[in-house]
């Protein structure tokens, strides 16, 4: 027989803050003991707390890298292309 799931176990989710910079790897967010980090809570942990982490090497966070903006497609066009030509 299948064993039942608790639904909160699956659905569980970092912070949004700190869902944006990272994401869980390898287990779910929820409070574990992890042995040379202590007690931590991935579902309430805060952005701070998360970087520190991070810095020492903490194996469950991995770092988001963000797409970069292709500068190309941006132009820095006046509202108006007519300003400044004077009226004839």
């Known amino acids: 027989m299948a064993k039942k799931i608790d639904k909160k176990i699956l659905e569980s989710k970092l912070p949004a803050k700190v ?3 990272y994401k869980v ?3 779910r967010p ?4 992890f042995n040379g980090f202590g007690e931590i809570d991935l579902r309430t942990i805060s952005l701070n707390k998360a ?4 810095d020492k090497e903490f194996p469950f966070l991995k770092l988001i890298k963000k797409a970069e903006t ?3 497609t941006k ?6 292309e ?3 030509k004077g009226a004839s």
């Open 82 to 84: 007519n300003v400044g």
């Open 75 to 80: 132009t820095n066009k006046p509202a108006n």
């Open 70 to 72: 292709d500068s190309t």
């Open 19 to 21: 869902a944006e910079k």
């Open 25 to 27: 790897v390898t287990i």
């Open 51 to 54: 970087d520190e982490l991070f």
């Open 30 to 33: 929820a409070r574990y003991n």
